[in-house]
């Protein structure tokens, strides 16, 4: 867009700028109007509205590059204005905002009250209404910093932002013309998802290796030997909707958010750990249940403080500093609330032994203070808390008592939170004529708990054009959930679907955005895929062009089926096989030749421009090498193995997927995996 850029000063920036419709935020001011150089070239401004926490930044490109819209971030929770300033390398929303001809937008989401659902304030402030009014405030602007023109928004957010992303498209008109949620939930996730999680964590955590190698490439799921409690928890766990393929975390994937959601269900339903452990219906009634063998009670004296410069993890979460990822689906949770005391662990005299995942430690003391501080980790006689808590008043000596008796309980919540209709995924708990077989609690925590994060229940009728993107592999955002979403906004749209909204599947991805994988040969990136859908999207709304086509699937018990050939499965991802002798698994001796073989094909005009690739089974990718830059990527090799032993063979392939092998930007990956089992 050609225009005349100008360089204002704050009070003329906002001259002539209108009253937002927001009464909340009539009176917008800036702080910062300055040039900047790094990460690239632009225009910051800085400011907030007069008697609000809310802040917001924008960042401009330079009048050449601006082509009329802008991007917008929305965080799981409401954490900074800054945080763009601190990503690097592919998640730079600066550079690819700017390579993509838009500006881009960020807000505190309301300031830390927004972000606390017991502050009083107004939930609809963080869901939707302080990014609104952000972004109705960027369009007045960008009209005296760029000239007179029609500016287009977009909004984006992942997770929680999802909600806020959904809340935004459901309760606003003016201030974006399009949305993309991505890893979304539905109004029964919180804390649904993370309690059955969290019981199957427990009675399975001897059995995961097994788990994980039946439902790896070649495995056989039929041939788990589990007990009754066992192969009862992962049904259960499965049926809700946990993609049985991600297991393979299970050593480091503790309670993610949960921590930070579990004390607000013990305070909208006080009574329920009693009533678990007393009341026929509930599994602490159960005198056979491992339950009662896995309850610790342990009470000892604090024999050392520790603050965040002892923790073996550096920084504890929501320290003062705030990392490049805090902005994060999988840490945004964390930065919520700012640690408010030094003391960030303690040591004990003496340490707690068995199941202490979701432990509390309560203080006996008459200081009201003191509490009960949720623990986040527990390292031998070493407690770490979770962040966020007064922790200031406690003092060596104090006498304290590691309990987990609430947290069993809550692990098993989603069997007494049946919705009354809908949601397949709780037939399970469902007799013949629909009606819950066990007792149900007086309160359904999931919905109101969704009305925080996205202002209202998630509807379906939407404003703009959407496109939601979720992962197969996702363990917090159960992948169905998309699906009932997509639902919702059909009841809406009808015929007309296909013309506002669309649903990509990203497979082998997990939840978090970072793009650093912790198990890089088992799960890919998904950030190409977003970038991708904010192109699209953005040509979908401001020139017609439709986005690429919604990913065929199938619903089967709260899974998601993808069909196995691009051309039939639709999306943006590319997809492709490794096979071993022919399949994907072999059976070979010592020294014998394995004849290994790969293709793989971009979807519609991408074209493939990486791959890398692990054929010894390391768990790392040790080949890199750039992609054939056409539709199609094949190569064959063979391998030996000298040792007995059973040995995954792994290419990770990558399409750009708007054809231009050249553009950093919108290179969407996934995995192909073969299994060698190697005999003498």
Not at 233 to 246: D, H, I, K, N, Y
Not at 281 to 300: I, K, N, P
Request: hydrophobic share 35%.
């Amino acid at each position: 867009m050609t225009t005349a850029e100008s360089t204002a000063p704050y009070s003329s920036l906002l001259y002539g700028i209108p009253d937002t419709t927001d009464e909340v935020f009539r009176r917008p001011y800036v702080d910062i109007d300055e040039e900047r150089t790094k990460p690239v070239s632009h225009r910051y401004i800085h400011g907030g509205f007069e008697g609000t926490d809310t802040r917001f930044s924008f960042y401009l490109p330079e009048g050449e590059e601006y082509e009329g819209r802008f991007y917008q971030h929305v965080t799981p929770v409401p954490i900074s204005e800054n945080l763009a300033q601190i990503e690097t390398g592919d998640g730079d929303r600066i550079v690819f905002s700017m390579s993509s001809g838009a500006a881009f937008v960020e807000t505190n989401g309301g300031g830390p009250a927004a972000a606390n659902p017991m502050s009083g304030v107004d939930p609809t402030i963080g869901a939707y209404r302080a990014n609104a009014a952000a972004a109705r405030l960027f369009r007045s602007i960008a009209q005296v910093a760029f000239g007179a023109h029609r500016s287009y928004g977009y909004l984006f957010g992942g997770s929680g932002g999802a909600f806020r992303t959904i809340g935004a498209a459901e309760n606003t008109t003016g201030a974006w013309d399009g949305f993309l949620p991505f890893v979304i939930g539905s109004p029964m996730a919180m804390p649904n998802v993370f309690s059955v999680r969290m019981h199957a964590q427990r009675i399975l955590r001897d059995r995961f290796p097994a788990i994980v190698d039946a439902h790896d490439v070649g495995g056989d799921p039929g041939s788990l030997e589990l007990s009754a409690e066992e192969a009862g928890a992962l049904e259960e766990v499965t049926r809700l909707g946990f993609p049985p393929r991600s297991w393979f975390g299970y050593k480091t994937m503790g309670m993610h958010a949960f921590g930070a959601l579990y004390p607000g269900v013990m305070h909208m339903d006080p009574t329920y750990a009693d009533d678990f452990w007393s009341k026929p219906g509930y599994l602490g009634a159960d005198a056979s249940s491992s339950v009662h063998r896995d309850m610790v009670h342990h009470t000892t004296r604090i024999a050392e403080l520790l603050t965040e410069a002892q923790s073996r993890h550096g920084a504890p979460d929501g320290g003062a500093s705030i990392p490049a990822n805090a902005g994060g689906v999988d840490e945004g949770y964390k930065h919520a609330n700012p640690v408010t005391s030094e003391v960030t662990g303690v040591r004990l005299e003496s340490a707690p032994n068995g199941w202490l995942l979701g432990a509390q430690l309560t203080v006996h003391s008459e200081d009201p203070v003191k509490g009960v501080l949720q623990v986040a980790e527990i390292d031998g006689d070493i407690v770490w808390f979770e962040s966020g808590q007064d922790s200031s008043a406690l003092a060596v000596g104090d006498e304290v008592t590691v309990d987990n008796a609430s947290f069993l309980a809550v692990q098993t919540y989603h069997r007494h939170q049946v919705p009354t209709e809908g949601y397949p995924a709780w037939d399970q708990f469902r007799d013949s004529a629909g009606q819950p077989l066990l007792p149900q609690r007086p309160v359904n925590v999931g919905p109101l708990m969704t009305l925080g994060a996205s202002g209202s229940l998630p509807n379906g009728l939407i404003s703009g054009k959407m496109i939601v993107i979720s992962c197969l592999l996702d363990r917090e955002a159960y992948p169905w959930q998309a699906d009932w979403y997509k639902k919702r906004v059909e009841e809406h749209l009808g015929s007309e679907l296909h013309e506002r909204f669309r649903l990509w599947y990203i497979d082998n991805a997990l939840h978090g955005d970072s793009g650093e994988q912790e198990h890089p040969t088992r799960s890919v990136d998904y950030g190409g895929a977003l970038q991708a859908g904010l192109r699209q999207l953005a040509a979908w709304v401001e020139r017609g062009v439709e986005s690429s086509k919604n990913t065929r699937y199938e619903v089967v018990d709260s899974q998601i089926i993808v069909p196995a050939r691009v051309e039939e499965r639709g999306g943006v991802q590319p997809v492709g096989s490794l096979t071993v002798n022919g399949r994907d698994h072999a059976v070979v001796h010592r020294g014998e030749r394995v004849m290994v073989a790969f293709e793989a094909h971009a979807p519609q005009s991408g074209v493939m421009v990486d791959l890398a690739t692990d054929l010894a089974g390391s768990g790392r990718f040790t080949c890199s090498q750039p992609g054939s830059g056409t539709g199609s990527q094949h190569f064959s090799d063979s391998v030996t193995f000298d040792h007995v032993g059973t040995y995954f063979l792994s290419v990770r392939f990558t399409a750009q997927v708007a054809g231009n092998a050249q553009d950093p930007h919108e290179r969407v990956q996934n995995l192909a995996r073969a299994r060698v089992q190697v005999v003498v």
